[in-house]
């Protein structure tokens, strides 16, 4: 998972709309979204490693995570960051308290981001500093760089789902394809507003779309995630190095 923008209203009925896309190796096995067998969790599965990137379980659990893109102390032999999400879906634990519990091994990953809903209490979590963050009603965002570090298809995100919240109704279903519109957004950001993260300046531009698409890595999937009361919506969209392949919705 590589860009995440939701907005976060806890008093209401609605009290979490994330959407978010998953960026990935072509190569890499994947399975699409859908409910796990022998544990409480729905979501799209790495093959390789067991684990995943976003996800839902019961209580209004979710769960997701991004990599830090800091080529400079990247180390091979680190685990997987996909456990960290699926952990937490299939376990009990507060927000707070399973932040708590990885705090002192979160060195041992490569850089992440992990933002985690317990039912209650929303709440990011930075690895490089181990550092929780808590967050605030509103709009935010995150990519490959901390909470809300403002990289332009970050903020071309927060701004477009801030437009759809202004003249859209969340209720309507068929609203929803200006929202994937927006994570379908693949025109890179000039070159004066890349970030320096190691890697050369052409893989800075192309990874500065909000879906992208290279010879051997793109967007894997694009998300909408609609947490209510007492009910969630979770839509997945797939992708391959030839384009869409398929589209899951699952209603709780």
Request: aromatic share 8%; net charge negative; proline share 6%.
């Amino acid at each position: 998972m590589c860009l995440i923008a939701w907005n976060w209203q806890p008093d209401t009925d609605q009290p979490l709309l994330l959407i978010a896309n998953r960026d990935e190796y072509y190569a890499r096995p994947t399975l699409p979204l859908h409910h796990w067998a022998g544990a409480p969790i729905s979501a799209g599965k790495d093959l390789q490693a067991g684990g995943t990137w976003l996800g839902l379980a019961p209580g209004g659990r979710m769960a997701a995570l991004t990599n830090v893109r800091d080529m400079r102390n990247q180390r091979a032999d680190a685990p997987s960051r996909g456990a960290l999400v699926s952990n937490f879906l299939s376990g009990q634990s507060r927000a707070l308290e399973y932040l708590q519990s990885i705090a002192a091994s979160a060195a041992l990953y490569n850089a992440f981001n992990l933002l985690l809903y317990d039912g209650q209490t929303l709440l990011g979590f930075e690895s490089q500093g181990a550092h929780v963050v808590a967050m605030q009603p509103g709009i935010t965002a995150v990519s490959n760089a901390g909470f809300d570090t403002p990289w332009p298809k970050l903020l071309a995100l927060k701004s477009g789902l801030q437009d759809w919240l202004a003249h859209q109704s969340a209720t309507q279903a068929s609203s929803h394809e200006a929202l994937f519109a927006l994570l379908a957004h693949d025109q890179p950001a000039p070159d004066a507003q890349l970030p320096d993260t190691g890697i050369p300046i052409e893989r800075e531009r192309a990874l500065s779309c909000a879906f992208i698409r290279s010879s051997d890595y793109g967007t894997r999937a694009s998300s909408l995630v609609m947490l209510r009361r007492n009910s969630a919506r979770f839509v997945e969209r797939s992708f391959d190095a030839q384009g869409f392949t398929g589209e899951v919705s699952l209603e709780f």
